[in-house]
């Protein structure tokens, strides 16, 4: 599928850093898209701004619907969410040691975790008298000291720590197999993916996905929502199973299949993903959503370019830098 030889680097999601938390999958996402990591020269992706407190790529304007530190998962804009991706366990800005999808836990480097002195003893393994610090990995989750013996992974002595990895997720020994997976003995641990979802072994066929044995792991996505597999068949959109994951857009809202139409638009089956920069996807009406950075989901406006959307009329609506939706105004 994708070759380790690359560097790998740290998603919210799941959508979806690369990529990037996802969650119940999406916890990890790619340099640069929204809720992660900015580049080395502190830019994101169009639209989106860094927080130089926090280090990761924000909506430009700020997200109206974004009033709490933790994810909300009905706001496309929320940063917290991690790329478009949810993870349930994670509850700081601090790695959680035992939540596998908190993107804090895949940022490389050097890790410091539970070992032996007689285990820890590679040549990126360091013993301090009570932790193996590990140089150079992703990860260290649960595994075997059987199964923990690939060229990405260092046995500890309770732990396997794993180069090369963006999410660590359940699976089996038979499955977890590709060239960017490796096995733990209790985990498949997949690089260059942005979420691992709910999925099946033959859906979970496409040259971006890689099945885990229990999760579909995904590359080259934004969102991971529901969908049909009749429907998620668009250039970027693949079909895990379960979940329709989607690349290249910046909300998944309600919306209808006939509307779900024009260019920034690709339609799941149950949702209407949208293509934009600072997108606000708020209520209005199909003839009134109708400006050239407006698209109408058939139950959205999605408006881009825009930081808030608020109360208005369409007669004093009118400015330049204003877009009516039918219900709100948006600037």
Do not use: H, Y
Not at 57 to 78: I, L, N, R, Y
Not at 104 to 119: L, P, Q, R, S, V
Not at 128 to 133: A, F, L, P
């Amino acid at each position: 599928m994708k070759s380790l030889a690359l560097l790998f680097c740290v998603w919210g999601v799941v959508a979806i850093s690369c990529g990037g938390d996802d969650g119940g999958g999406n916890g990890n996402c790619a340099v640069g898209s929204l809720g992660c990591e900015c580049t080395g020269g502190g830019a994101c992706d169009p639209g989106l701004v860094c927080d130089s407190t926090d280090q990761r790529c924000e909506t430009a304007g700020g997200c109206a619907c974004d009033t709490s530190g933790s994810c909300e998962t009905g706001c496309a804009c929320d940063a917290d969410c991690g790329g478009g991706g949810t993870c349930s366990c994670d509850t700081s800005t601090a790695c959680d040691a035992s939540c596998d999808c908190d993107a804090d836990c895949f940022t490389g480097g050097t890790i410091c975790t539970t070992g032996t002195a007689n285990d820890c003893q590679s040549v990126n393994e360091d013993w301090s008298g009570s932790q193996c610090c590990v140089e150079g990995v992703a990860a260290c989750v649960p595994g075997t000291a059987n199964d923990c013996q690939s060229t990405n992974e260092d046995w500890t002595g309770t732990m396997c720590c794993v180069a090369d990895v963006n999410i660590c997720a359940a699976g089996t020994a038979n499955d977890c197999q590709s060239t960017n997976e490796d096995w733990t003995g209790n985990k498949c641990c997949v690089g260059m993916v942005q979420a691992c979802v709910a999925g099946t072994a033959n859906d979970c066929q496409s040259t971006n996905e890689d099945w885990t044995g229990s999760q579909c792991c995904v590359g080259d996505i934004t969102i991971c929502t529901s969908g049909t597999a009749n429907d998620c068949q668009s250039t970027n959109e693949d079909w895990t199973g379960a979940q329709c994951c989607v690349g290249l857009v910046a909300a998944c809202v309600d919306g209808t299949s006939n509307d779900c139409q024009s260019t920034n638009e690709d339609w799941t089956g149950t949702q209407c993903c949208v293509e934009g920069a600072s997108l606000m996807c708020v209520d209005g009406t199909a003839n009134d959503c109708q400006s050239t950075n407006e698209d109408w989901t058939g139950a959205k406006c999605c408006v881009e370019g825009v930081s808030q959307c608020v109360a208005g009329t369409a007669n004093d609506c009118q400015s330049t830098n204003e877009d009516w939706t039918g219900s709100l105004c948006c600037s």
